[in-house]
């Protein structure tokens, strides 16, 4: 066994995390254990939330046998050569007999596989009561940067004869991550500052080291408190196995000579530990004059790799904006033809997709569908791995090989590679799906839909049954009506009495009599045309609505619609009709009789509404808020961005936060502005908004009478502001809906000025005819969210 290791806290009485970490040749099956020696003056706990795997994947149950000074980890995962980590929680005593620990990984029969015995354990340290803060990230992302903070806290008062000496303190990062720190004043003091060296107090010369030179004078006086500071690093694409944080506290040094870490004779390690997952943060260790710590952070941030040509099963249904979307039910199943590649914007997240042997290709949502792979299934490799190393299969580009596991999704250690053997079954081991070309597999998968031929023409209908005298009502939900000929097979949807929905490998779905259909659902669907390109077409226009010319079809007999016919257009409109503002339209507000405006004073008053993104709006903001980690939960203080709107021009009485709406389920309204009906809708509708209007009317009224207090009545003029984190999505959504409320209160209101306009990319900029044409249901949504501020 290789590099086996101990890092502890050496503080009297303190509890904290003990770390283990060992690398070993050996693979060992599921059933086997991790048995490790420590000496009985250690008090250790390990079961449940005392433990932290950290590298060991699976379900792991420590029994701890005190009396004999050992704990087992048992392993329900087989165990994979390589590094490996994991922690205990641990408390020291004074003083420390036979200080040694060891290492034994066990068989599933028992049996010793490898082993590392006398690990020297670390000394006792006394006179210092110092722990590290906890170490906590910004939004991270895989080869991004995003800011971490950390530092240490003084829990007591330090000695006043011969008080120990800080002298440098040492942040050594995991392997793959660097700091990005290249002026003093990227490493942010957040609470009182260390007193620190004059004439250069920091260092940061090696990409995975920062070291801070304290004044060591000073420092010997050091208040009881906690000192934080934050520092910009660059994320890995994939979490390292042996992801320890260390932050080590040296004395001075005899010599001119810098402190290398908790390796460091002079060193006192405060602790460190495992980073995955956001656990609690907590471990030190102390060991001759260092300290290490140790923080449970991420998982890894790769999102899983689907391959081509396997096929997937539907969890949610789904139906895209317009046709270049694949329109799926629960439950069906489709074969990947493309996935998204996480660099280009418009395809992070997306596969392009086909279902069964149909003809219907579209996009589809990765976080609407779940894998169904087996043990037994095969896939073609393809370039070769590298580095390669004694554990990870060796195969040709293009050869067949047999998957014998597949890395489980919640497994940081797993997601993403398999362990394999090449068909002659002479080598075997692990591979990253990313040198897998594709799935080798049957791409025809039965999903449960019968197929049935057209045995009369027929025009299929919106709905089961009906009337003539719906068809004006029939134009308002379909723009065209579909004839399908004798002998188009179609799929079966649903059956309701004597009625079928119907849908053709053009996805085109409509109801029909069942009468004109076959009886045999045997029928084999129709063969595809041709093999999807190597990059699929985006979508380029939204799906047509009412009032739009649809183009015509043409068809063959036997292989699709026939005609495509216009219906009548709908009645006119007996409700007042809507009004342009800002590039879209709204439906006109119908004020109420006594509104805010009235107790205001009833004269015409004036409300200036903008939206921006705290990322977006200028440079000061966007740097300040990159250094509090990111827009989307940098708690950025109110008068900066009073300061920065003042700077564009736009100084504004009231700024209301809009990121209390997250919505995962949104992903295919990304390539729309906040002025998307759908949009609108879902903010209305999400938990968070009676909050959120609840804060925004309660700022208004304050304002409004701070207002009245100070001027003429007939003169008031504000400006609302309405930010989120890049001022394209939830502050314009909410910003729609204040313009709403504003007007149907009586409220004088010019277009939206959106200020991060010009930072809009890859979306359509209010310019489709989905932002400009929405649809009736928006005047109902926006009259529910007036109702509700008015009951506020």
């Not at 170490?135 to 829990?155: C, D, H, K, Q, Y």
């Not at 694949?326 to 997709?353: C, F, P, T």
């Not at 002659?424 to 025809?444: H, I, P, R, T």
């Not at 004073?601 to 903001?621: M, P, S, V």
């Amino acid at each position: 066994m290789l590099g086996a290791s101990v890092l502890y806290p050496g503080i009297p009485s303190i509890a904290g995390q003990m770390a283990f970490s060992f690398i070993t040749n050996d693979k060992i099956e599921e059933g086997g254990a991790i048995r490790v020696g420590y000496p009985t003056d250690i008090e250790i706990l390990c079961a449940g939330q005392y433990l932290y795997q950290v590298a060991i994947a699976g379900e792991v149950t420590c029994i701890n046998y005190i009396q004999q000074g050992y704990f087992e980890l048992r392993l329900t995962r087989p165990l994979p050569p390589g590094q490996q980590a994991f922690a205990v929680t641990s408390t020291c005593p004074a003083a420390v007999n036979d200080n040694y620990f060891y290492i034994v990984i066990l068989t599933d029969r028992g049996q010793v596989s490898d082993a590392a015995m006398s690990i020297p354990g670390l000394r006792i340290q006394h006179g210092l009561p110092i722990s590290a803060m906890p170490l906590i990230w910004g939004m991270a992302e895989p080869n991004r940067n995003t800011f971490v903070s950390t530092g240490i806290e003084i829990l007591g008062e330090l000695p006043l004869k011969d008080p120990p000496i800080i002298s440098e303190i040492i942040i050594q990062m995991p392997p793959d991550f660097s700091h990005q720190v290249q002026k003093t004043a990227q490493l942010e003091t957040l609470t009182q500052p260390l007193p620190r060296r004059d004439g250069g107090w920091l260092d940061v010369t090696d990409p995975r080291r920062l070291r801070l030179l304290m004044d060591e004078e000073a420092i010997q006086k050091l208040a009881i408190g906690a000192y934080r500071f934050q520092w910009p690093i660059m994320v890995p694409a994939v979490m390292p196995k042996y992801n320890i944080w260390e932050l080590t506290v040296c004395s001075p040094a005899l010599r001119n000579e810098s402190c290398t870490g908790s390796n460091d004779p002079r060193a006192a390690a405060l602790d460190r530990g495992p980073s995955a997952h956001f656990l609690e943060p907590k471990v030190f260790k102390r060991t001759d004059s260092s300290i290490h710590y140790f923080d449970n952070v991420l998982c890894d941030l790769m999102s899983q790799i689907l391959l081509v040509g396997e096929v997937v099963v539907v969890t949610e249904s789904y139906a895209g904006p317009d046709a270049g979307y694949l329109r799926a039910h629960e439950g069906d199943k489709v074969q990947v033809l493309y996935m998204g590649k996480q660099e280009v914007e418009e395809e992070e997240g997306w596969i392009y997709a086909q279902k069964g042997q149909e003809e219907i290709k579209g996009w589809l949502p990765m976080s609407k569908v779940k894998t169904c792979r087996s043990d037994d299934d095969l896939v073609i490799a393809g370039r070769p791995p590298s580095p390669p190393s004694r554990w990870i299969l060796l195969c040709q580009q293009g050869e067949t090989i047999k998957v014998k596991y597949w890395g489980r999704l919640e497994s940081e250690d797993e997601r993403n590679w398999i362990w394999a053997e090449r068909l002659n079954g002479n080598d075997e081991g692990w591979l990253s799906l990313q040198n897998v070309e594709q799935f080798k597999q049957s791409a025809a998968k039965e999903n449960g839909r019968p197929w049935r031929q057209v045995l009369r023409k027929y025009d299929l209908l919106p709905f089961p049954d009906i009337s003539k005298d719906r068809e004006a009502e029939y134009a308002t939900y379909e723009k065209r009506k579909v004839t399908v000929t004798p002998g188009l097979v179609v799929q079966v949807l649903e059956q309701k009495d004597d009625w079928t929905k119907v849908m053709l490998r053009q996805s085109i779905a409509g109801w029909m009599k069942t009468e004109d259909l076959s009886q045999d659902g045997k029928e084999p669907p129709p063969p595809p045309e041709h093999p999807p390109p190597a990059v699929p077409p985006r979508p380029l226009r939204p799906a047509p609505r009412p009032g739009q010319s649809a183009p015509e079809r043409t068809s063959e007999a036997g292989k699709g619609p026939e005609k495509v016919e216009d219906l009548p257009p709908p009645p006119p409109p007996t409700e007042p009709q809507d009004r342009i503002i800002s590039g879209g339209r709204v439906p006109t507000c119908v004020s109420s009789k006594i509104s805010d405006a009235d107790a205001a004073g009833g004269a015409a008053r004036h409300i200036l509404l903008g939206t921006f993104g705290l990322e977006t709006l200028d440079y000061a903001l966007a740097d300040k808020t990159m250094e509090m980690g990111g827009g989307g939960s940098a708690d950025v203080p109110e008068y900066l961005i009073s300061e920065s709107l003042s700077n564009m021009g736009f100084p504004s009485e009231i700024i209301l936060d809009a990121r209390m709406f997250p919505d995962p389920d949104a992903m295919h309204l990304t390539r729309h502005s906040g002025r998307h009906h759908l949009i609108i809708s879902r903010l209305v509708q999400h938990r968070n908004f009676r909050v959120w209007l609840g804060i925004a009317k309660r700022r208004f009224r304050e304002v409004v009478t701070r207002i009245e207090r100070r001027g003429p009545r007939s003169e008031m003029k504000l400006s609302v502001a309405v930010y989120c984190r890049r001022g394209k999505h939830r502050s314009v959504a909410a910003a729609c809906i204040l313009h709403h409320i504003f007007q149907a209160e009586g409220f004088q209101c010019p277009d939206i000025k959106h200020l991060s306009y010009k930072h809009w990319k890859s979306c359509c900029k209010m310019a489709c005819k989905e932002c400009q044409e929405p649809p009736e249901e928006l005047q109902g949504i926006l009259q529910s969210a007036t109702k509700l501020w008015r009951d506020l």
